[in-house]
């Protein structure tokens, strides 16, 4: 098996881990979600807890891009540092041969791939960080959905109105942002 082949089925491997991550964490969003909106009846707490599932949703392919993007870039400074570990040895067994037209080729490759060894660090801890505030805003938005689900399924919560309708108490408040700020 070719080097290729192994850093195809290496990449391939790290991108299912994460598409199974993924369904893994919609599972358990999807869980905590069990009612029935196919009959149109949306109730004001409904409502809200539509665009908290929502939010939810976006947090969620956000989180999948940065980290297909974050092992993208990991898996890069791996192949280049492995590239200028192999430039070393070339120039220094070219110089030990007397051959400096090749020795100074291989270190002149060897600062290029430094450079985009450099380049890939940086995109890697950027896309790191930003999976991981986006782990904790998922982690957050999942607690605010579990928090409605706890008030949702109370009766004492709810508020009758003269026609025989309930609604939700007033939970917009928790979706405005007041107590999450994006980012951080």
């Known amino acids: 098996m070719s080097f290729f082949k192994r850093e ?3 990449t391939n491997s790290d ?4 598409s199974s991550e993924v369904v893994d964490l919609k599972q358990l969003a999807n869980n905590r979600t069990d009612w029935d909106y196919s009959n149109g009846d949306v109730e004001a707490g409904d ?9 939810l949703d ?6 999948a891009e940065r980290i297909a993007l974050e092992r993208k870039f990991k898996q890069l400074f791996v192949e280049q540092q ?3 570990n192999r430039r070393v040895r070339q120039a220094h067994m070219a110089a030990i041969a007397h051959q400096e037209d090749f020795a100074r080729r291989a270190l002149s490759e060897k600062r290029l791939a430094e450079a985009k060894m450099k380049e890939y660090l ?11 505030q986006l782990r904790d805003k998922f982690a957050h938005l999942l607690g605010q959905l579990e928090a409605l689900e706890q008030e949702r399924g109370n009766p004492a919560n709810r508020k009758e109105h003269g026609d025989g ?6 939970i917009q408040s928790s979706l405005s942002g007041a107590d999450y ?3 951080g």
């Open 15 to 18: 991108y299912n881990i994460t």
């Open 165 to 170: 309708s309930m609604s939700m108490p007033d």
């Open 8 to 10: 195809q089925n290496l």
């Open 181 to 183: 700020t994006e980012g």
């Open 82 to 84: 492995a590239f200028v």
């Open 58 to 63: 976006d947090t969620e392919r956000e989180l």
């Open 122 to 132: 940086a995109s890697y801890d950027l896309y790191k960080a930003e999976a991981e």
């Open 47 to 55: 409502e809200v807890l539509l665009q908290l599932q929502a939010q």
